[in-house]
């Protein structure tokens, strides 16, 4: 029986960490300090709520637990399928978004912490007929191959190019670090990133 | 029955060019479903619970508290009481509820009750295996004794390099609905006709139930073939549920712990030379695992394979962990990295050049040519004149240069594939496969092949691929699928256009066998302006269209495929003797291929697989824990892949010339994914002057290797 509830221990994630408190992990504190700096007092869940997330502009109206990530919340309600979840741990960068200018894990972010935030996804950098130069850049570049990790390597390229319009080689390698991909298609988001930086000083 | 070629490299105008992948921005703009992004109304999402233990035996297990929670709408119980798990990560039950955490909830409220085995799950140590280890049997071949006698130098190393997992990005899983008869199935898989098949087996239905779509894979690399068993219990929670489609995938703890893994190899190697280089003697014993149903063998000496007296003694372990799978290149990368370690360490001990050593015994693999013709490149591309210096001579500053080699081989010969392609009245072509693209850009290559033929433009070309109900193609592993995808494709296309031509060859006024079509134009050969264009041409179909089938046997191959390649890779690198750190330089391939359809997307894969390689030299190690029996790794913070700085820069040439065009169309995925673990081992040593005997490179095994204490430190 005390086996059974070690499992128990395993398998709760970090978001239950949050939720249930009990022992403090590296990046259950990382997040309570984010919690800190919400509106003390204000006690929400365990039940679902439903919250208004502002996604690449338009207001879009969810329920949530408050144990919900972002990257749930986009993915499994809210249609917005173009971030992945792959570590699910802020390791890997696949679920990149930018949250208020700022490149951010949406694995790593709760639903209810993005509430009267700016959300940009993927599907931003294609909408209303414009496309964004990165796109075609990662295509022109073959920076992809299974494509899994491009949406995520897409958004913190467009957020890197956001704050270094002119990037050097070297400042691309350190900028695209918070991104793994498997394939390995690195050699072609070096390229992409830079032929990205071109075209919008064009 | 035809005769099918490829046209003259100089007259093509689409195979052979560098174009972007048609399938490109529908994946940089996220807007490429794969099947982890169906999330249609009403869908059930299903968990898995999985074993803490490595080995037990499961006393009892009770869900009926989970039952009762809210969402919860099946549950499938896989290790019924008596049930014997031999890894941690094991099946034990599979729940499906309304959402996500509902399930989650719900696999936690199972109560199980393991009565706790002895588990074994370390196989560095031999001596420690016991009755888990089954002993290949001896094979000699030649005098061996004689040929160490022969040998003017001998060396004796231990090499080893570990499990490693396939760390697919997209995880395994599907979404599936079992709906009266019928079983719509949306798995991520390498296997579109086969997999639909599989599964039918495991739930004991005809084949004809189950429909199979996949637009998109995100990753497989060997690991995903089967319907697996996850397959077939979300099918029965459908059914459970009333057709409900159910979503699973695994996540990313379970998709390290039990979605496959590469078995390792550890090897004691003696290896004898005359003075000048040329190989006497080998004598390995070696031993592997990938999980509890022991490992593969490495085929020893690599490549080297008609060097004479061998002794070989190759040990199966079994261990308590999640099984292998194909990973890409089964076997070679292993056994290149253990044979080009050792020649290396010989070259070392002769005080040789290794590039010396290796062309020296060319003579002994059935590529002589090949290999010095890469040797040669390959040292011009990394310089290796003015980069390289006897092992140890890296000068007195703390970071040491160094540089080293690796060689590869493979077959890659064509799969079995059917094509249907089909020409509209209003010229469009549609081309049916049940094939998949990984990523290796298979829609592009096939779109490529059809116009070439059909003289059509690429957007004239609708790929329709990933699906059961297209004509079969095999399963993609082995670097099978290029070669049988545009064999198939082109020979239904001709077949087409071949139709096409009786209809238009009255109107020219000439025989179709003088009729050619090329640049939008059925046109007479060697009188281009007497022609039809293509849409009109096609408008002579009327209500109707014209349909053909391609057909790739690899057994009757014919001109189009071919096999076999070599590939030498060499890497440079800095190595910090102070923190340990290595740093890539960079990394060349010279890459033997067959006719390459698209060397933009060629490169890639062999761009690719160099980074492949740095994180199997550096950095990627599957952990066991023997106190827990767990994958103490399992996640991708520990589980370390190369990022976009770790790399270096890489130079990859593809053999693209003539003669290799003319062989026909080889694969190429494995060949390039070889060579590249040898190569930097080999530039750690050449830079420190010692061998760093185990991969991954890791800091504190550099350390060890300068500074002792490595019985400790591994231990």
Redesign the interface.
């Known amino acids: 029986m005390s086996d059974h509830q070690d499992l128990k221990k395993q398998s709760v994630s970090r978001r239950g960490f949050v939720q249930g408190a009990g022992a403090v992990t590296g990046a259950a504190a990382l997040l309570e300090q984010e919690a800190q700096a919400q509106p003390a007092g204000k006690v929400m869940g365990p039940a679902a709520m439903t919250i208004t997330l502002n996604v690449n502009g338009k207001p879009l109206k969810v329920s949530v637990e408050p144990r919900e990530t972002l990257l749930d919340t986009l993915r499994h309600k809210l249609e917005h399928t173009g971030a992945k979840r792959v570590c699910d741990r802020g390791t890997c960068g696949a679920c990149t978004v930018i949250v208020n200018n700022k490149v951010s894990y949406a694995c790593s972010m709760l639903a209810l912490d993005a509430v009267g935030k700016k959300i940009q996804t993927i599907e931003s950098l294609t909408a209303n007929g414009k496309t964004h130069p990165i796109v075609p850049a990662f295509n022109n570049n073959d920076a992809q191959q299974c494509g899994y990790c491009t949406p995520g390597f897409v958004m913190a390229a467009k957020g890197f190019l956001d704050r270094n319009p002119n990037p050097t080689y070297e400042q691309v390698k350190d900028g695209l670090g918070g991104n793994l991909c498997r394939c390995g298609t690195y050699v072609g988001v070096r390229q992409a990133v830079l032929e990205a930086a071109k075209k919008l000083k064009a | 029955m035809a005769t099918y070629t490829w046209p003259d490299m100089k007259n093509r105008k689409v195979i052979g060019q560098r174009l ?2 048609l ?3 529908e ?8 099947s ?2 169906l ?1 249609p109304d009403g869908l059930l ?1 299903a968990v898995l ?1 999985s074993s ?2 490595a080995h ?1 035996i499961v006393r009892s297990i009770d869900t009926g508290a989970a039952e009762k929670m809210p969402g919860v709408k099946s549950i499938r119980v896989v290790a019924k009481a008596g049930t014997e798990v031999q890894w941690a990560g094991a099946e034990i039950a599979y729940v499906a509820a309304t ?3 509902a399930a ?1 909830d719900a ?2 409220a199972i ?4 009565e ?1 085995m002895p588990h074994f799950v370390k196989e560095d140590q031999i001596a420690r295996a016991g009755n888990r280890a089954k002993a290949a049997g001896e094979q000699v071949t030649g005098d061996v004794d004689q040929g160490f006698k022969d040998a003017a130098a001998i060396t004796e190393g231990e090499y080893a390099i570990p499990v490693i997992t396939h ?5 395994h899983g599907q979404m599936i609905e079992w709906k009266g008869e019928q079983i719509n199935f949306y798995p991520s898989t390498q296997n579109v006709s086969g997999i639909g098949g599989d599964l039918a087996r495991s739930l004991n239905v005809p084949a004809s139930q189950i429909k199979v779509h996949m637009d ?6 060997g690991s995903k073939f089967p319907s697996d068993n996850w397959g077939k219990e979300c099918a029965n929670m459908s059914k459970d549920a009333g057709g409900a489609p159910v979503r699973m995938y695994l ?2 703890a379970q998709e390290l712990t039990i979605a496959g893994v590469r078995p390792s190899h550890f090897a004691k190697i003696k290896v004898g030379a005359k003075a000048d280089g040329t190989l006497t003697a080998w004598e390995s014993t070696s031993w592997s695992t990938g999980g509890f149903t022991g490992g593969g063998m490495a085929p020893l000496p690599y490549v080297f394979t008609n060097m004479p007296n061998k002794r070989l003694n190759h040990t199966a372990v079994s261990i308590n962990g999640g099984g292998a799978r194909a990973w890409r290149a089964p076997n070679h990368p292993q056994a290149s990295f253990l044979t080009c370690a050792a020649l290396e360490d010989l070259a070392a001990k002769l005080n040789l050049d290794p590039i010396e050593v290796f062309s020296k015994n060319v003579q002994f693999t059935p590529r002589a040519e090949t290999y010095i013709r890469q040797l040669k490149r390959a040292a011009v591309m990394i310089d290796w004149q003015k980069n390289w210096h006897p092992r140890g001579k890296g000068g007195n500053g703390s970071l040491k240069r160094g540089l080293g080699i690796g060689i590869a081989t493979w077959g890659g010969l064509g799969h079995a594939s059917r094509c249907l392609a089909k020409i509209n009245a209003d010229g469009t072509v549609e081309i049916m496969m049940g094939t998949q693209d ?3 850009g298979t829609r592009t290559c096939i779109a490529q092949v059809v116009s070439e033929t059909l003289g059509v433009p690429m957007n004239m070309v609708v790929v329709r691929i990933g699906d059961n109900s297209y004509p079969a193609s095999g399963a993609s592993g082995g670097s099978t699928t290029i070669g049988g995808i545009s064999a198939s494709s082109r020979k239904a296309a001709v077949e087409a256009l071949d139709q096409l031509l009786d209809l238009v060859a009255p109107q020219l006024g000439v025989p179709k066998d003088q009729l050619q079509a090329v640049d939008s134009r059925i046109s007479v050969k060697g009188n281009p302006d007497k022609a039809i264009s293509w849409k009109a041409a096609c408008q002579k179909l009327g209500p109707k269209s014209i349909e053909a089938t391609g057909e790739n046997n690899p057994k009757q191959p014919g001109g189009l495929i071919n096999q076999g390649v070599g590939g030498i890779q060499m890497a440079d690198v800095t190595v910090d003797i102070e923190t340990g750190v290595v740093r890539m330089n960079k990394m060349v391939a010279v890459q033997d291929c067959g006719l390459i359809v698209n060397p ?2 060629a ?3 062999v ?6 390689s740095i994180c199997a030299a550096l950095m990627e190690e599957r952990i066991m824990d023997s106190v827990t029996g767990r994958v103490l790794n399992a ?3 520990f589980y370390k ?5 770790d ?1 270096g820069e ?1 130079q990859v040439e593809m053999e693209i010339d003539e003669v290799n065009d003319k062989r026909g169309v080889i694969g190429l995925g494995e060949p390039c994914a070889v060579g590249g673990v040898a190569a930097i081992a080999n530039a750690v040593a050449n830079a420190i002057g010692v061998r760093v005997p185990s991969v991954p490179v890791t800091p504190d095994r550099v350390l060890s290797a300068l500074y002792g204490n490595r019985m400790e430190r591994m231990a």
């Open positions: 972007s992948r399938d490109g921005i994946k940089s703009s996220g807007k490429a479903k794969y982890s992004d999330m999402h619970l803490p233990h037990a959402s996500e955490p989650r696999a936690r109560q199980v009750n393991y706790v760390c697919c990005l997209e995880p998109h894979i995100g990753g497989g690399f996540d990313r990984l990523g290796t933009k997307l490169e890639s894969q761009n690719g697989a160099c980074i492949m996640d991708m913070e892949l190369a990022g976009v700085k790399i890489i």
